[in-house]
């Protein structure tokens, strides 16, 4: 059974920086490629992030240049790190494997000003 946990959602001030991370099981984690979304509250959920099997990146331009997503395929784990975080991007955070549609169960992340 495919399994993905979040972690390293926490309440942090604009300008901070969070680092979130997901480890994944039941797979073989090299083979597949990782994303990131998320979802504020009355919103829909949407695309942050993505890596491919072979490193390849995408992001949302609401982060580029300041979100950064990478895989430790030894740790079957796919990182996000956030820097000059602001209000608008407190949401709760989900990792997920499109090629199967499997989710996580997400992680929250709050942005004070």
């Known amino acids: 059974q495919v399994q993905l946990v979040e972690s390293g959602g926490e309440l942090v001030q604009a300008g901070g920086s969070l680092r979130l991370s997901c480890a994944a099981s039941?797979?073989?984690?090299?083979?597949?490629?990782m994303g990131w979304f998320r979802q504020a509250p009355g919103k829909e959920r949407e695309f942050v992030a993505a890596i491919s099997r072979s490193a390849y990146k995408n992001y949302a331009d609401s982060v580029k240049g300041r979100f950064t997503i990478s895989r430790d395929n030894s740790e079957q784990t796919v990182y996000l790190q956030m820097t000059t975080l602001k209000p608008d991007d407190t949401a709760r955070y989900y990792c997920?494997?499109?090629?199967?549609?499997?989710w996580g169960q997400g992680t929250q992340v709050t942005v004070s000003s």
């Open positions: 997920m494997i499109p090629d199967i549609n499997t």
């Open positions: 039941g797979l073989s984690f090299s083979s597949y490629g």
